[in-house]
């Protein structure tokens, strides 16, 4: 007598499944429950709820632009464990209106490249959720391959990592990072300011807390001090503002990792994944709205929306690529951002062997600090007669995570008693910075010093105290929890 049917979704309906996702990302392979958990979420969450079946789930399936990022790609990263996305957000903006152009200060013709790119690692228990940003200007050397516009071939060269997008779309984009990180992309989900906006919206807005005021005229951002529910526009001001202080993409990228463990928060806390309906208009919003590669769709996100209601925001962790150098001037691609080779690969391993990131959060206690010691230019000078003395001060600032130039020098005084930070006014916050580390020192404004402060070491230089920024970003890694970025 024939085994009578599962309750699951009809085998006709998911024997197509191999040939409409070829990119079946390793994990899968190897763990056969996640696809046995895609299956069950299908048909306890979407068949069984109040009038979400089949039909919308394919309807939602439809409607997503698909993007073949892996195409004709060879000598790929080995798998690791957990599996991988690469986000990706694009400046466009074809679908916004014309009052919303005007409101939120969108307006001029799109770059086609991309404004923001983040690795984001589910692990392999369905646990945790690690975000990496990759700068935008960071320095890379684009793989060999055809000018999507142009139709030209390119050999091997420099670029900003954010121009791979234009010359070569998300092929290049996915090739490039992946010849950098050696992490193994399992999928690509591209997101411009429409899709953003109405994710955003669909949740209900995402609440954000500031102790200072974010004013940027570029974007119209204009947040006073406290808590404010962002809604779509609002929102999208807050993650583009790059003028709000001197950090620019480095202080966005951190204001772009505190929104998403915000908007992790509120995906988590507010019920929606335990509300089918409610579950569903966010998928509709997400997918419908986005490019995806060929493999990850609703099933994936089903999936993953079932996972993450085990999440808290303590299950997500955010850092960004150590930078070793600033201002690396690369020939025919200007200033660029040149990653920490030793520091970057410890953390691209972390991923690889999905390790958690914050293993590398610093255990000693540090003195809180406006701003981090990663974005603070440090040039110093000897003001003794002590020899060494300028070197062994670069040294321990140095170690203390700033970014000093390595080239100390003699100070036109060599009488200095007590040790001066010379600054911009511009930058005083930093300037603050900079001389708690340096207990005893004396604060000194020079109008027209620029970015880069110094350090005049006197006699009475003892030690570099170690220092953190006030938002919660520490460890080698610069790691923040999300359970430290959201509003207490």
């Keep these: 007598m024939p085994t009578p049917p599962r309750r699951s979704p009809a085998p006709a309906q998911r024997s197509p499944q191999p040939r409409r996702r070829p990119q079946r990302s390793a994990v899968r392979r190897k763990r056969p429950r996640w696809a046995m958990r895609t299956v069950t979420t299908l048909s306890v969450v979407v068949l069984a709820s109040a009038g979400i079946g ?9 409607d997503i632009a698909r993007v073949d990022p892996f195409k004709d790609m060879k000598n ?9 996305v690469l986000l990706v957000g694009t400046d466009g903006r074809d679908k916004i209106t014309e009052a919303e152009r005007r409101r939120y200060r969108l307006g001029g013709a799109p770059c086609h490249c991309t404004d923001t790119i983040m690795i984001v690692h589910i692990s392999d228990d369905r646990e945790r959720a690690s975000v990496v940003s990759l700068p935008r200007d960071s320095y890379a050397v684009a793989p060999a391959h055809t000018d999507r516009i142009t139709g030209q071939r390119h050999g091997g060269h420099p670029i900003k990592i954010n121009a791979a997008y234009a010359e070569g779309g998300p092929n290049l984009t996915v ?6 990180t050696h992490v193994k992309i399992d999928h690509y989900l591209e997101i411009d300011f429409t899709s953003f906006m109405k994710t955003v919206d669909v949740l209900g807005g995402v609440k954000i807390c500031t102790v200072d005021h974010l004013r940027d005229t570029y974007t119209g951002l204009d947040l006073p001090p406290g ?4 809604r779509g526009g ?3 001001q807050y993650v583009r503002a790059r003028h709000v202080d001197a950090s620019s993409d480095l202080g966005r990228m951190q204001r772009q990792q505190r929104f998403m463990a915000a908007l992790i928060e509120r995906a988590t806390s507010s019920g929606i994944l335990l509300n089918p309906m409610k579950f569903r208009d966010v998928t509709l919003a997400v997918l419908g709205s986005v490019r995806a590669d060929k493999g990850f769709g609703t099933g994936e996100l089903l999936d993953l929306g079932r996972a993450m209601r085990n999440f ?3 299950s997500s962790e955010f850092t960004t690529v150590p930078i070793g150098q600033m201002a690396y001037l690369a020939k025919g691609v200007g200033s660029t951002l040149k990653w920490d080779e030793r520091k970057a690969e410890r953390l691209f391993r972390s991923l690889r062997e999905d390790q958690p990131l914050s293993a590398h959060r610093t255990k000693r206690e540090a003195v809180r600090v406006p701003v981090a010691p990663q974005q603070i230019r440090v040039q110093v000078e000897n003001g003794t007669h002590t020899a060494g003395l300028g070197a062994r001060v670069d040294t321990a600032l140095a170690a203390a995570g700033f970014r000093t130039t390595h080239r100390p020098m003699d100070a036109a005084d060599r009488s200095v008693r007590r040790t001066v930070v010379a600054y911009d006014p ?9 001389a708690t580390a340096l207990p005893g020192s004396e604060l000194r404004a020079v109008n027209g010093l620029g970015a880069t402060l110094k350090v005049i070491a006197g006699t009475d230089f003892r030690q ?9 970003y520490q460890g080698e890694f610069g790691v923040m929890r999300g359970d430290d970025a959201v509003c207490s």
Aim: proline residues 6%; positive net charge.
């Design 54 to 62: 089949h039909t919308v789930v394919t309807s939602i399936d439809a």
């Design 76 to 84: 790929r990263p080995r798998a690791g464990h957990g599996m991988n």
């Design 175 to 180: 090739r490039t990072v992946e010849a950098m």
């Design 227 to 230: 808590a404010h529910t962002l």
């Design 234 to 236: 609002q929102a999208l």
């Design 312 to 314: 808290s925001p303590s």
């Design 426 to 434: 511009r930058w005083d916050r930093s300037a603050k910075s900079l």
């Design 464 to 472: 570099v105290r170690e220092v953190r920024a006030e938002d919660p």
